[in-house]
């Protein structure tokens, strides 16, 4: 099976990285593997944000075609019941910050203001993406909590942002990616999921009660595991 492991960055996925003695990142971020099991995987590390992702992800599957796309990364929950450097599924996600505010404060969505992104199945996307994949395998393979994201530019760090987000989207986590590295497959026909390992609360910014350390350990931990049953 030939899979691609999406990330942000090099630092949430350096001990995967370390573990398949993956070498040689290109100008794109891209790493390949030379001992990979029975798979061939890529590694592909796009930089921060929304851009970045969607502009590495958009060329690296132009050049090359996979049977999956696994988005790697941390995020923040929006919810107590989950415990830090927990492993979340993400089935949905939706780019918060896309549409216009209007005069009186207002924000008005995508499908509001009549711009879908795309369209798949005879169906309009607007913020909202839905993973259309069948995921019954990773499923079976791991028994992870199924969220509900929010993708952000600027990470959520106040009080009256925080409630926002909930009165708006009912988020379970935040990242800056996942929205466009879904949006980006979709475009692209590429099968794809999106595991997210959860290194803070959505709160008040205070970067003292981050997992980070923990998130990325637990990250590497499960991949292993998972690409381990494929």
């Known amino acids: 099976m030939r899979i691609l492991i999406v990330s942000a960055t090099e630092a949430e996925i350096k001990p995967l990285l370390v573990h398949y003695k993956a070498v040689h990142p290109d100008k794109l971020g891209l790493w390949r593997s030379p001992t990979s099991h029975s798979h061939t995987i890529d590694f592909l590390v796009t930089g921060i944000g929304m851009i970045n992702t969607a ?101 959520t760090g ?25 949006l980006a497959c979709l475009r692209a026909g590429q099968p794809y999921v999106q595991y997210r390992s959860l290194s803070n609360f959505v709160e008040p910014r205070d970067r003292s009660r981050w997992k980070i350390n923990e998130a990325v350990a637990a990250l590497s931990t499960f991949t292993i595991q998972l690409l381990e049953k494929i």
């Open 55 to 155: 502009y590495s992800l958009g060329k690296q599957l132009q050049i090359s075609s996979y049977d999956w796309a696994i988005n790697l990364g941390i995020a923040g929950t929006y919810s107590e019941g989950h415990a830090l450097a927990s492993i979340v599924r993400v089935d949905t996600d939706i780019l918060a910050e896309m549409g216009a505010t209007t005069a009186d404060g207002q924000f008005e969505n995508l499908q509001r203001m009549g711009f879908p992104l795309h369209s798949y199945d005879n169906k309009a996307i607007y913020n909202e993406i839905e993973n259309p994949n069948d995921l019954q395998n990773w499923s079976r393979l791991a028994q992870t909590p199924k969220v509900r994201g929010i993708t952000v530019n600027t990470v």
């Open 158 to 182: 106040n009080t009256e942002r925080i409630l926002w987000n909930r009165n708006n989207f009912t988020p379970d986590i935040e990242s800056m990616e996942g929205g466009a590295f879904a």
